[in-house]
T-cell receptor, first 116, second 116 residues
Framework: GAVVSQHPSRVICKSGTSVKIECRSL??????MFWYRQFPKQSLMLMAT?????????EQGVEKDKFLINHASLTLSTLTVTSAHPEDSSFYIC????????????FGSGTQLSVL | AQTVTQSQPEMSVQEAETVTLSCTYD???????LFWYKQPPSRQMILVIR??????QNATENRFSVNFQKAAKSFSLKISDSQLGDAAMYFC?????????????FGQGTRLTINP
């Protein structure tokens, strides 16, 4: 089956620093990738939709200047948490689909971000 | 906007028994997809089963089956012959059938415990 690789799996950083998370589709081209955030014991909340070659679409309430998304190629999307603060500590998961609409989505293994 | 509701925060079942997890959703669309995802302690999202709204027949995957009631907007998951490995968070999810709309809307999740 299709594989989505997400790195790093865990990152600890100091408050005020920036952290980049990568999401790669290893064996297929993904024109669209999705970034979710999951707080402990809660559901996945969509943060933004990453479109290859164009600007990301952010969900209401998500700060685009805080969470920078770049989808420069058909196999890579990155999420950068800028000037991270303790409240940004969370589990971030990406997902990607091979075709529009009909194909199922594949998930990365997630990144646990801890901001000290 | 579409919403997904899982009214059972926690469920438990004896090993080898059958358990049903509930899910309801709200949408004005006629074409959509419904999913059940499993999230074990590793937090990797695993697709359990998928149902296309235009199909009347309930989807089945080995020990997992759904009861899809379109008019009632209900989509429950039945797990037969429960196994210890089934213990996880289970999320019900909705995806629009509109061309290009791939994002998933998740329910709150149900934590399933299997008692040996």
């Amino acid at each position: 089956g299709a594989v989505v690789s997400q790195h790093p799996s865990r990152v600890i950083c100091k408050s005020g620093t920036s952290v980049k998370i990568e999401c790669r589709s290893l064996d297929f081209q993904a024109t669209t990738m999705f970034w979710y955030r999951q707080f402990p014991k809660q559901s996945l909340m969509l943060m933004a939709t990453s479109n290859e070659g164009s600007k990301a679409t952010y969900e209401q309430g998500v700060e685009k200047d805080k969470f920078l998304i770049n989808h420069a190629s058909l196999t890579l999307s990155t999420l950068t948490v800028t000037s991270a603060h303790p409240e940004d500590s969370s589990f971030y998961i990406c997902s990607a689909g091979r075709y529009a609409n009909r194909e199922k989505l594949f998930f990365g293994s997630g990144t646990q971000l801890s901001v000290l | 906007a579409q919403t997904v509701t899982q009214s059972q925060p926690e469920m438990s079942v004896q090993e080898a028994e059958t358990v049903t997890l509930s899910c309801t959703y709200d949408t004005s669309e006629s074409d959509y997809y419904l999913f059940w995802y499993k999230q074990p302690p590793s937090r990797q999202m695993i697709l359990v089963i998928r149902q296309e709204a235009y199909k009347q027949q309930n989807a089945t995957e080995n020990r997992f089956s759904v009861n899809f009631q379109k008019a009632a907007k209900s989509f429950s998951l039945k797990i037969s012959d429960s196994q210890l490995g089934d213990a996880a968070m289970y999320f019900c999810a909705y995806r629009s059938g509109i061309q290009g709309a791939q994002k998933l809307v998740f329910g709150q999740g149900t934590r399933l415990t299997i008692n040996p």
